[in-house]
């Protein structure tokens, strides 16, 4: 830099005493950046860093950052050997104590003890002596080494170069076992290692800390044998997105054990509950699958489409949810008889009943109807129902009576058409599905006709799916258990599983009781999943429902019902006496047996229809022939009617039928008819063939 100045030229009219002193600065090779005779000015101050450039700041914020990194390192790595000497020192004073065999001894009771732990003590520190010997022996090897192979002064530095290093390799290996011991806190001051890290150890571990097949194989075993229960092998079969797929076989041990014990694996895997899930193998009692859910294997089930109006046959294999394998869950609709337990926000209505009633609604060779003896059931179907909602107990056991005439009269039918031995669904002739929530509520009437339709119901195409919180263990309840096609438990009680799933389902892995129903729309957690048994259904395997929505179901309803829905055959409704009391519009009020005979064309048929309504206009029991009955019937009969013409036409629409004799007015004893006579005599009208049962 040149200290030379170019001489100052001042302007006239300057005032000197407001000119600052400064030092002309010229910059070597670049002169002319600054004009000849410029001053710049540098006012009085102390140097500050904030005051400094980037370059500066730079190197300043590099250099406090690498300072501190290294105070931090330098502590860290300091933590870690302290750690280390401090559980080394104690586990080296343990060793050389033989505290360990002390402890393996119980105590020092005798002096054959104290013989075993002084000989323990002279071996180990014998063993110390000749391994600092060792090692002093491989310093010195490595130092002559050094002097004769790479040409080092034998009394130079390098007699330090072999100790240093073993120095080095011993704080590093001392640190680097500090800090295992302070990554695994729960290691007892006595221990080495960590149980779970003990090669030898039962010690069991979360699966969680597993990260590799080996790791979890591992993880089962220690888990199970920590339980009490050996295993001859147990094989990872693979990651499934929503948990580990293991393969096992038990040593000296049953499967009942392994069940009895889920909730505690639960906790030993850390695994949400109920993520433990048992499949027994058939053929061999020691082998099973250990499924460890972690998340939901539903969790990417989409909300499914409902079916085209009239688009499926009762042949047809429908999808109606998804199995925890990714396979779908498939029923044909033809021969199903169902019952389904599930306690509440088990989605036992919602989802079960509701993916059930989806399907059937668009058969175009089906109809349904849906009865619930003590709540609403799903009437978001009543439009395309056969019937309107039926409710309560009454109304449930007269629709059930129905359903049990139409099973009984439908094997007429079926011989008539020659369907053969089993009811061939139709759009004109239809399978009939009645659908019970809350079966246990319903009065012992009901259940009994229940029963009678589950032994007949099978071959005259009349079916019943049955659905409750609980299990029954009435006649009802047995009877459906052992003549249901298919067993469906959602979230239930565990004294329920023997009674739907038999006895030993649980050993078998079913565990319904595992299952957490839903608690509001937000807390949903198991609803809708469930186990099933029945034809092709042999696994206990987690399924799901589908779920549909609301809205979906309301447009499907309206679209079906626009179509238009199959109904209840003629031929059936003929043959079981109901062609009057069920009727298409949806009333069901009963018709009298006056006008069911008003319907019949017979010669008879309106004499008998004459008598009821006599019956009815008196109010009572017994009417007397000549006085009453043969009056009655001017007009309707031959005027030549007599009370023997009028017995032989009562008799000979049932024959046992007979004239009897009674109090009437004053009269004591007057020949005449009883009403029930009468009624029995309609029925033969209207049903010839139980006339003929009755005569035979």
């Known amino acids: 830099m040149s200290t030379e100045a170019e001489p100052l030229t001042i302007p006239a009219g300057w005032d000197m005493t407001k000119v600052i002193p400064g030092q002309a600065i010229a910059h070597d090779g670049i002169v002319e950046d600054i004009a000849p005779g410029v001053l710049e000015p540098f006012p009085e101050r102390r140097p500050v860093l904030r005051h400094a450039g980037s370059a500066a700041m730079v190197v300043a914020s590099v250099t406090g950052r690498a300072v501190g990194l290294s105070a931090y390192g330098g502590l860290t790595a300091g933590s870690w050997l302290w750690a280390g000497l401090k559980a080394g020192s104690y586990l080296g004073y343990r060793y050389v104590r033989a505290h360990d065999l002390q402890e393996v001894l119980g105590g020092m009771s005798k002096g054959a003890d104290w013989n075993k732990v002084q000989q323990v003590r002279r071996n180990r520190w014998r063993f110390l002596a000749w391994s600092t010997l060792g090692a002093a022996g491989l310093n010195l090897a490595g130092w002559w080494a050094l002097v004769a192979g790479a040409g080092m002064t034998a009394l130079d530095y390098s007699w330090a170069i072999p100790p240093s290093t073993t120095g080095l390799a011993i704080l590093t290996t001392t640190a680097l076992y500090g800090r295992y011991r302070l990554n695994a806190p729960d290691i007892a001051p006595e221990q080495v290692i960590a149980e779970q890290d003990d090669p030898n150890s039962d010690e069991p571990f979360p699966l969680g ?90 969790a990417d089930m989409a909300r499914p489409a409902v079916h085209a109006p009239n688009s499926m046959s009762v042949r047809d294999a429908a999808v109606y949810g998804r199995c925890m394998d990714g396979s779908t869950f498939e029923l044909r609709l033809r021969g199903m008889f169902m019952m389904i337990i599930g306690s509440s926000g088990s989605a036992k209505t919602k989802g079960a009943l509701r993916c059930i009633a989806e399907a059937i609604t668009a058969c175009r060779d089906a109809i349904a109807i849906e009865m619930d003896p003590v709540k609403d059931g799903i009437r978001e179907f009543s439009d395309v129902m056969a019937l309107p909602p039926v409710r309560g107990k009454e109304d449930c056991t007269t629709t059930l009576r129905w359903l049990r005439d139409i099973a009984s009269a439908r094997n007429q039918v079926k011989s008539a ?67 249901v096609t298919y067993r469906v438990m959602l979230a239930a009680r565990s004294e329920d599983i023997p009674l739907v799933l038999g006895k030993g389902a649980v050993a078998q892995g079913y565990r319904p009781d595992r299952l957490r129903p839903a608690v509001d729309d937000e807390r949903i957690y198991d609803a809708g999943k469930f186990y099933i048994a029945g ?58 047996l006056a006008d069911r005979l008003d319907r019949i064309d017979h010669d008879d048929a309106a004499i008998v229809a004459q008598l009821l309504r006599t019956f009815e206009e008196y109010g009572v029991a017994f009417l007397p022939t000549s006085e009453v009955l043969i ?31 009674d109090k009437w007015g004053d009269s004591p004893q007057v020949r005449g008819w009883f009403r029930a006579a009468v009624e029995q005599a309609a029925a033969g009208l209207i049903d010839p063939s139980k006339a003929r049962l009755q005569a035979a």
């Open 209 to 298: 800390h597993c990260t590799s097949g080996e790791q979890v194989a591992e993880c089962v075993s220690r888990a199970l044998a920590y339980k009490g229960i050996g295993t001859r092998s147990v094989d990872v079969l693979g990651y499934r997105g929503w948990g580990w797929e293991v393969d096992a076989v038990l040593n000296g041990a049953s499967l009942s054990k392994v069940n009895a014990i889920a909730d505690e694996l639960d906790s030993i895997f850390d695994v949400p509950r109920g993520g433990t899930l048992i499949e027994p193998d058939p053929d061999a009692s020691a082998h099973f699958t250990l499924r460890l859910v972690t998340s939901d294997p539903f």
């Open 417 to 483: 058409k020659e369907m053969g031995d089993l009811w061939e669904p139709s759009p004109k002739h239809p399978a009939i599905y009645g659908l019970i929530d809350e079966f246990i509520f319903l009065s012992q009437e009901a259940k009994e006709l229940a029963i009678e339709i589950l032994r007949i119901g099978r071959e005259t195409g009349v079916y019943l799916i049955f659905a409750a919180q609980e299990a029954t263990q009435d006649s009802l309840g047995d009877a459906i258990a052992s003549a």
């Open 535 to 592: 034809p092709g259904f042999v696994r206990p395997v987690l399924w799901r429902w589908n779920r549909f929505d609301r809205d979906q179901i309301r447009q499907a309803v309206k679209d079906r019902a626009a179509v238009g829905r199959p109904w209840f055959d003629h031929d059936s409704l003929a043959a079981a006496d109901l062609l009057h009391v069920i009727r298409r519009n949806g009333t069901t009020d009963e018709a009298s």
């Open 631 to 661: 009056p009655a019937l001017n007009g309707v009969a031959a005027a030549d009617m007599d009370s023997a013409k009028l017995a032989r036409i009562l008799q000979s629409h049932s024959p046992t039928v007979k004239a009897g004799r």
